[in-house]
T-cell receptor, first 114, second 118 residues
Framework: TQLLEQSPQFLSIQEGENLTVYCNSS?????LQWYRQEPGEGPVLLVT?????EVKKLKRLTFQFGDARKDSSLHITAAQPGDTGLYLC??????????????FGKGTKLTVNP | KAGVTQTPRYLIKTRGQQVTLSCSPI?????VSWYQQTPGQGLQFLFE???????NKGNFPGRFSGRQFSNSRSEMNVSTLELGDSALYLC?????????????????FGPGTRLLVL
């Protein structure tokens, strides 16, 4: 069972279009992160959201953390070919040992066509 | 500052063999985490090391093991390889361990080692 569900799994759009990808769970997270991964590379952190209802903007990317800290969304305005990549959300959860670990969604593979 | 480096980048093994992957964290980082990434399961947490001690372990069989050295470099080992172990193995380093005092340390990922088991 996947703790974090991302949708859509695949998204192919034209340059200039807007898009939103979602990250949902039935669990509460102390924080949630978004990463972008390009072929042949490891994921690169885009943003961390901590407070329920928090909205963060990174140029054309807008990230929102749900009020209940169970879900998040990533909105891209006027997508560009350089936005192509695998977008991953990851949530921080507590473990039985008292520490915390990151769990990842399977990702949304975005292709922006010129 | 050099990023996280992983060696080798590509590896082909056959079933039943064992493999050791290496990860050198960013200078000054003391925490190293390992992840397995496959198309079907996505990124799954293997284990985390901090100051040569394993802090966290994911739900993987005992064939998967790791260790961290005093210079923070880390290795992971997979024994008795199975076809399903074919994956991209990613290492990530951070200054401190995850979840310390409620703070999520930023993890910096290496490019990964792509393992193919035939």
């Amino acid at each position: 069972t996947q703790l974090l569900e991302q949708s859509p799994q695949f998204l192919s759009i034209q340059e200039g279009e807007n898009l939103t990808v979602y990250c949902n769970s039935s669990s509460v997270f102390s924080s949630l992160q978004w990463y972008r991964q390009e072929p042949g590379e490891g994921p690169v952190l885009l943003v961390t959201v901590v407070t329920g209802g928090e909205v963060k903007k990174l140029k054309r990317l807008t990230f929102q953390f749900g009020d209940a800290r169970k879900d998040s969304s990533l909105h891209i305005t006027a997508a560009q070919p350089g936005d192509t990549g695998l977008y991953l959300c990851a949530g921080l959860i507590s473990t039985q040992g008292g520490s915390e670990k990151l769990v990842f969604g399977k990702g949304t593979k975005l292709t922006v066509n010129p | 500052k050099a990023g996280v480096t992983q060696t080798p980048r590509y590896l082909i093994k056959t079933r039943g063999q064992q493999v050791t992957l290496s990860c050198s964290p960013i200078s000054g980082h003391r925490s190293v985490s390992w992840y397995q990434q496959t198309p079907g399961q996505g990124l799954q947490f293997l284990f985390e090391y901090f100051s040569e001690t394993q802090r966290n372990k994911g739900n993987f069989p005992g064939r998967f093991s790791g260790r961290q050295f005093s210079n923070s470099r880390s290795e992971m080992n997979v024994s008795t390889l199975e076809l399903g172990d074919s994956a991209l193995y990613l290492c990530a380093s951070s200054l401190g361990p995850s979840g310390r005092a409620g703070i999520q340390e930023t993890q910096y990922f290496g490019p990964g080692t792509r393992l193919l088991v035939l």
